[in-house]
């Protein structure tokens, strides 16, 4: 039994629409079709949740609203005539998308969520109308009858996990049940929405609710590349990774899928796999709990940017009790994140976001740096950017870190700090941001093209 998943670029068209179709049909075990609100169809359009957002806008500032809600219906009314079938849902559709206009605005916290909502679950009334009208069996089921209760938290939403034992009864259905991702209901009937891109969230929770042998999550590219087609030529996708590693290669900026999509169905021990509707054939990229064969030690290769160093040196740090706390608590009295902390004998450093810290903020570190904790130096480094190498595999094999940095220093890329946790998954490397397509370029080369 298979929960599938199709992103807003799969569901933008009618020519998209098809394909969806002929992959749902193929496969008599895709039993749950999780669907986004329709996307763009080329580079200029807006998507139909970005059109609910202006939408909402201009209701609630009073403005007219006529042009927003013909824009959004004829969206739906357009799919529909593309197929060439008279879908009886539109009206449905219309109806619901005015409705929106007429909901109280006062003391509302979800009417938002309420706008945003309607982009997925129109789309899966028409979608699921179409594959009836195409001979398979198939129907819509609203979030709440499927079972999917969530927080009272507005735009990003949780899940209960009383949800779970209601959503696996939806195994009894012996039609294909077309789900609106992105959204649940609260448990005093309100809707409310996981955080944007959230529809990959709810096939998660179905997958893991149904128990699903696989969460098969279509999108527009052949799985997860090794790293980021903008800046590495042609990279190949990878074909396995475990939910760890998908996890670290998130962090730093791998965002083919939503973050929060992954724990259910990791807890649920639910396999996933990452496909492009419109390369169907193409096997993707699996995301299991544990490889399942031999792996290379590096799987892929992350960079992210926008990180700043706090960096502090005093002479004997290492002998000083007490010191490392006393500089964390700088960051926290000031509600400051932080993310790595690599160290030398008589220095420590601090690597973070650079959203974490002002300009006020940043003086007040380094004055109490300065006055409270008496250092020798501290400074502030900005534009930084991390690069970071993943695999579980890279703890069975000497040499991984010594075959990066011999890239890095083959290309002259001078290394601010490594970093590397001991369950040994990845290993980070923090560049100035100018070199950072250089470093990636090294070290793709070093692991996957030499
Ligand atoms: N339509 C929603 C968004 O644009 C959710 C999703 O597509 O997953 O954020």
């Known amino acids: ?59 609630t500032s009073g403005q007219d609203v006529s042009a927003s809600q013909d824009w959004i219906i004829n969206r739906y009314q357009d799919m529909a005539d593309e197929l060439g079938f008279d879908a009886k849902s539109i009206a449905k559709i219309a109806k619901s998308i005015r409705e929106l206009a007429s909901l109280p ?27 009836t009208h195409q001979g398979l069996s198939a129907r819509y089921i609203h979030p709440k009858k499927a079972g ?6 507005p735009g990003n939403a949780r899940i209960l996990s009383s949800s779970y034992d209601r959503i696996e009864e939806l195994r009894n259905s012996d039609e ?26 709810t096939g998660s929770i179905i997958a ?19 790293a980021h087609p903008g800046i590495i030529h042609n990279p190949h996708s990878i074909k396995e990774l475990t939910y760890r590693e998908m996890r670290e290669l998130a962090y730093a900026g791998f965002s083919v899928l939503h973050d929060e999509a992954l724990l259910p169905a990791y807890r649920g021990r639910i396999p996933l796999v990452i496909k492009n509707t419109n390369n169907p054939d193409h096997p993707g990229t699996r995301i299991v709990l544990k490889h399942t064969g031999e792996t290379c ?30 500089l964390l608590q700088v960051l926290e009295d ?12 008589d220095d420590l450093s601090l690597v973070l976001r650079s959203r974490e810290l002002t300009p006020i903020k940043e003086e007040e570190i380094l004055r109490q740096l300065n006055h409270s904790l008496e250092v020798d130096k501290a400074e502030i480094e900005h534009d930084l950017s991390i690069i970071m190498i993943v695999g579980e595999n890279m703890k ?32 980070i490397f923090v560049v100035k941001t100018e070199q950072r397509n250089q470093a990636l370029q090294a070290l793709y080369d070093a692991f996957f093209r030499n």
């Open 396 to 427: 069975n094999h000497v040499g991984v870190a010594a075959t990066a940095t011999a890239a890095l220093s083959e290309r002259n890329i001078n290394l601010a700090m490594i970093s590397q946790g001991a369950s040994e998954v990845s290993v």
């Open 208 to 226: 893991a609710g149904v128990k699903a042998d696989l969460y098969e999550n279509f999108t527009d590219v052949d799985g997860i590349f090794a």
């Open 148 to 153: 999917i209760f969530v927080s009272a938290e």
């Open 334 to 345: 000031l509600n400051i994140r932080w993310e790595h902390m690599p160290t030398g004998i």
């Open 105 to 131: 605005i006062e003391d509302n916290d979800f009417l938002y969520d309420a706008f945003l909502a309607a982009g997925e679950d129109n789309n899966a009334k028409l979608i699921a109308e179409y594959f």
């Open 1 to 59: 039994m298979k929960v599938i998943k199709f992103g807003g670029s799969s569901l933008a068209s009618a020519t998209q629409l098809k394909k969806v179709f002929k992959i749902v049909q193929s496969d008599p075990e895709r039993r749950f079709v999780v669907v986004s609100a329709p996307g763009k169809r080329n580079a200029e359009d807006t998507k139909v949740t970005d059109a609910l957002i202006k939408y909402y806008k201009e209701y």
């Open 297 to 326: 030690p590096v799987v892929g290769i992350a960079a992210d940017d926008d990180f700043v160093s706090i960096n502090t040196s005093k002479y004997l740090m290492n002998r000083e009790v007490g010191f490392g706390r006393k």
């Open 176 to 201: 294909v049940l077309v789900i609106p991702g992105f959204f649940g209901v609260t448990e005093d009937n309100q809707i409310c929405t996981f955080s944007r891109g959230g529809s990959d969230i």
